[in-house]
């Protein structure tokens, strides 16, 4: 019994996958080959600023690190204005997921308990299972066997504890005729904040660099 089901979480899962790469295909916005580019490039910059390592995850958790936040504040400004003037075009699209406020309080906790321990989050995990890290192949798989948990038991115990959907709403909605004025105000925003916040640095352990702030 467990087996099969098992083997049909994990069969369902590859198949996801084999659909990811099938819809990038399809949609010919770019190629595998430029996904992979594109993926390489996000590593290399994650390993240069090192935000894959416990200690920066760790430092931003006990407020004594502000790469993190300074990286995620950069990449949300640029990004936001990037991607929406690249959809306004046609260069790009995105779905909307709904806004589930008690599903949102609930995974933000747990995702946020999870980084603690961890020490990770999906974007710099793959990354240290890359360098070897064993530690994080662990948690990645106690991941996957969360999502196992979530799915056998969604019915009957998640969707009623996740609260009712709130629609799909996006920032510029709320503020007809001035869509792209928000989007690029919010941008500009978002970016100053990551300039104005003082950069903190916590060393790690195995590396030799200096701790400084600014």
Same mark, same amino acid.
């Given at each position: 019994m467990i087996f099969s089901i098992l083997t049909t979480y994990f069969v369902g899962l590859f198949e996801r996958v084999g659909e990811l790469f099938q819809n990038i295909l399809d949609q010919e916005h770019g190629s595998i080959a430029l996904v992979f580019l594109i993926g390489v490039i996000f590593g290399g910059i994650i390993q240069y600023s090192r935000v894959d390592k416990f200690e920066k995850i760790a430092g931003f958790a006990m407020l004594k690190d502000t790469i993190v936040p300074k990286m995620l504040f950069l990449a949300v400004g640029i990004t936001s204005i990037a991607l929406y003037y690249l959809i306004d075009i046609g260069g790009a699209h995105y779905h909307i997921? &709904? %806004?589930?406020?008690?599903?949102? !309080?609930?995974?933000? @906790?747990?995702?946020? %308990?999870?980084? +603690? #321990?961890?020490?990770?989050? &999906?974007?710099?995990?793959? %990354?240290?299972? +890359?360098?070897?890290? !064993?530690?994080? $192949?662990?948690? +990645? %798989?106690?991941?996957?066997?969360?999502? $196992?948990?979530?799915?056998?038991?969604?019915?009957?115990?998640?969707? &009623? $504890?996740?609260?009712?959907?709130?629609?799909?709403? #996006?920032? &510029?909605?709320?503020?007809?005729?001035?869509?792209?004025?928000? @989007?690029? #105000?919010f941008g500009v925003v978002v970016i100053l904040i990551a300039i104005l916040i003082p950069k903190i640095e916590l060393c790690d352990h195995n590396e030799d660099c200096n701790c400084s702030i600014k």
């Open positions: 997921k &709904p %806004i589930v406020l008690q599903g949102l !309080i609930i995974g933000g @906790v747990l995702f946020g %308990i999870g980084m +603690a #321990i961890l020490g990770k989050c &999906p974007g710099t995990g793959p %990354i240290s299972i +890359a360098e070897g890290r !064993i530690d994080v $192949l662990v948690g +990645a %798989i106690g991941g996957l066997f969360g999502g $196992l948990v979530f799915t056998l038991f969604y019915s009957d115990f998640f969707k &009623p $504890l996740m609260g009712e959907s709130l629609g799909k709403t #996006i920032l &510029p909605e709320l503020f007809k005729g001035h869509e792209q004025l928000t @989007v690029l #105000i």
